[in-house]
């Protein structure tokens, strides 16, 4: 199941818990890190981190699974990633935390 796309865990993970714990593992550190960066709270980042996955949990169940954002995929490099990242969330906690 390791290999399976991303796709098919969420679509999976309605009847499959074990479906979305792949996926949560797959991108559990990358999101977390990312979150960290941006900030500087672990506290925080760790809420949000769970935000982030209950969401994904809720749109596979509403059978929408939203895209894995490119701005958290490990194939682009962290300078890009705090550049190109989508406002909202994570700029509000950016002027939250200063």
Do not use: K
């Not at 490990?74 to 890009?80: D, L, V």
């Amino acid at each position: 199941m390791s290999d399976t796309p991303d796709a098919e865990l969420l679509a999976a993970s309605h009847s499959d818990p074990d479906a979305f714990a792949v996926f949560y593992r797959r991108y559990e550190r990358l999101v977390a890190g990312w979150l960290v960066r941006q900030c500087r709270r672990p506290d925080l980042a760790a809420e949000l981190t769970g935000e982030v996955f209950a969401a994904y949990l809720a749109a596979a169940h509403a059978h929408a699974p939203p895209q894995v954002p490119q701005a958290l995929t490990p194939q682009r490099p962290p300078e890009q990633a705090v550049e190109t990242a989508p406002a909202g969330r994570a700029r509000q906690v950016q002027r939250d935390a200063v």
